[in-house]
């Protein structure tokens, strides 16, 4: 016989929620190595420090590693026969600048370590770079919503002349695919005229 008294006071049956796992994208690549920096963003920054990585370094000392991108952290991990060892760990939010260099094949990406200090991380990726730069900058896009998302109300109030967090959400995630389309676009390999009889 049930006791009435365990069935009124006992808890009803609660589903905890499940912790939200972090897609994590993985791309094997050679990484060039690291240098440092005098500014945390420019192209001219990124295509100098792999330009200066390559010529001091060969194909041959280049360091096969696993590309890890999460939405808080890039990680750059070299595969060991026992296990993983991780080489950098690069937090989203520290991440200054990143792009495809002058080669399809080469992305950098510079990262501030405090006391302006940016080290830039260059990596050669097969077939092209393009799915490497896209995934990092998916990371950044979704930890800048993060952040829109975490202020408090007091500080999301906007004025009337600065836009609404949406609508820069909007701005910034438009810009980024319309970036990602136009670079997926020139690595497309060009369509030749049919030669006629």
Same mark, same amino acid.
């Not at 370094?57 to 999460?70: C, H, R, Y």
């Not at 830039?120 to 730069?133: E, I, L, R, T, Y």
């Given at each position: ?86 080489? #950098?760990?690069? =937090? @989203? ?5 990143? &792009? ?5 094949? %080469? ?60 609508? #820069?959400?909007? =701005? @910034? ?5 319309? &970036? ?5 676009? %020139? ?11």
């Amino acid at each position: 016989m049930i006791d009435p008294f365990l069935c009124f006071f006992s808890p009803p049956c609660a589903e905890f929620p499940m912790p939200k796992t972090e897609l994590v994208q993985k791309f094997h690549v050679l990484y060039l190595g690291t240098t440092s920096v005098s500014r945390p963003i420019g192209m001219d920054v990124i295509n100098g420090a792999i330009d200066s990585l390559m010529s001091t370094t060969g194909k041959e000392d280049w360091t096969p590693v696993i590309l890890s991108i999460a939405d808080t952290t890039v990680a750059v991990i070299k595969e060991k026969e026992e296990d993983e060892e991780a080489l #950098v760990e690069c =937090r @989203v939010r520290f991440l200054s600048f990143m &792009g495809i260099g002058r080669n399809v094949h %080469t992305f950098a990406f510079i990262m501030d370590t405090g006391n302006q200090h940016f080290q830039c991380h260059a990596f050669w990726c097969d077939p092209n770079a393009g799915c490497v730069s896209e995934a990092v900058q998916a990371a950044c896009v979704l930890r800048y919503q993060k952040c829109l998302v975490a202020r408090p109300p007091s500080q999301r109030a906007c004025s009337s002349t600065s836009p609404s967090a949406d609508s #820069v959400t909007r =701005r @910034v995630t438009t810009s980024v695919k319309r &970036g990602v389309q136009s670079l997926i676009d %020139t690595l497309k390999p060009k369509k030749q005229p049919s030669e006629l009889p």
